[in-house]
């Protein structure tokens, strides 16, 4: 199972991007897939997951509204857009699954700032 992401960056406030998460070794559109996200000095956390099929989404309440979650399962990918950046969501942005186990990426780093 690999999973690398892409698309993070230096954006100022009330901008976007939109970030991006390769995955291969796995049958794909089997499984969840989740983003997270950990703050310097914070612990990492939950920020949206989608389905295997794309049918359903969840959010975590502070990007809801902001972030979409989406997936590619022809091209095994899975998308994190997200508009109306704040500050606070400067954090590395992580790619997960779970396969009897989580698995990881290795981050790409979102810096919101003027």
């Known amino acids: 199972v690999q999973l690398v992401e892409s698309g993070g960056g230096l954006v100022q406030p009330g901008g976007s991007l939109r970030l991006s998460c390769a995955a291969s070794g796995f049958t794909f559109s089997n499984y969840f897939m989740s983003w997270y996200r950990q703050a310097p000095g914070k612990e990492r956390e939950l920020v949206a997951s989608i389905t295997g099929a794309g049918r359903s989404t969840d959010y975590a309440l502070s990007v809801k509204g902001r972030f979409t979650i989406s997936r590619d399962n022809s091209n095994n990918m899975v998308f994190l857009q997200m508009n109306s950046l704040k500050p606070e969501d400067t954090a590395v942005y992580y790619c997960?699954?779970?396969?009897?186990?989580?698995?990881w990426g290795q981050g790409t780093r979102v810096t919101v700032s003027s």
């Open positions: 997960q699954c779970y396969l009897g186990r989580e698995y």
